[in-house]
């Protein structure tokens, strides 16, 4: 193998170990996205539940001039 043909190979592998590495951190990235997600939808519901108990027409009237 002529050394033009090994430095081009060892470019390659270099560009590829780099592109692996940013692969991984977009999963990353994804993935504490979709946790982040899960955390809003659960607090969202908690929210929800909480209101339910009230009983018809509370904060029908609120006046927020200032």
């Known amino acids: 193998m002529d050394p033009a043909s090994l430095a081009a190979a060892f470019i390659a ?3 590829g170990q780099f592109q692996l ?13 979709g946790r982040s997600a899960v955390k809003l939808i659960d607090a969202a519901q908690q929210s929800i539940a909480s209101l339910a108990n009230l009983s018809a027409g509370i904060g029908t ?6």
């Open 13 to 15: 592998a270099g560009a």
């Open 21 to 33: 590495g940013i692969a991984g951190k977009m999963l990353s990235m994804n993935l504490d996205a």
């Open 61 to 66: 009237n609120v006046n927020v001039t200032a």
